[in-house]
């Protein structure tokens, strides 16, 4: 059974960092990644690394704040969020394929993913 668990979540002032984790069991990953959505509106795309070469993508909003990264020891996919601002608040949710992928995106949509976790809200106060 496929599970994806995520922690690391929290409030944090503009400016701070936070580093989410999402536990992943049940299968081999061929891609993990990150959404969020705030209340109200549509999921959207935030980052997502290959299980093949580890090719990381961001959606443009975080590139160069944000860094994606994969312990496949561990199975478990990181996001580290630097520079913080009001708009990341939002709930996080980790995303995962165990399907072959058979091609990479600048961003991906959510369903390239199967599989998703209860999410881990991040507040970041001004």
């Known amino acids: 059974q496929v599970q994806l668990v995520e922690s690391g979540g929290g409030l944090v002032q503009a400016g701070g960092s936070l580093r989410l984790s999402c536990a992943a069991s049940?299968?081999?990953?061929?891609?993990l990644g990150w959404f969020r959505q705030i209340l109200g509106k549509e999921r959207e795309f935030v980052a997502a690394?290959?299980?093949?070469?580890?090719?990381?993508s961001y959606a443009a909003s975080v590139k160069g704040l944000f860094s994606i990264s994969r312990d496949d020891a561990k199975n478990t996919v990181y996001l580290q969020m630097d520079s913080l601002k009001p708009e990341d608040t939002a709930g996080y949710y980790c995303?995962?394929?165990?399907?072959?992928?058979?091609?990479?995106?600048?961003?991906?949509?959510?369903?390239?993913?199967?599989?998703w976790g209860q999410g881990t809200q991040v507040t970041v106060s001004s």
């Open positions: 995303a995962g394929r165990t399907r072959k992928l058979s091609y990479t995106r600048p961003a991906y949509y959510d369903w390239d993913f199967d599989y």
């Open positions: 049940g299968g081999t990953f061929s891609i």
């Open positions: 690394i290959t299980g093949s070469g580890g090719i990381a």
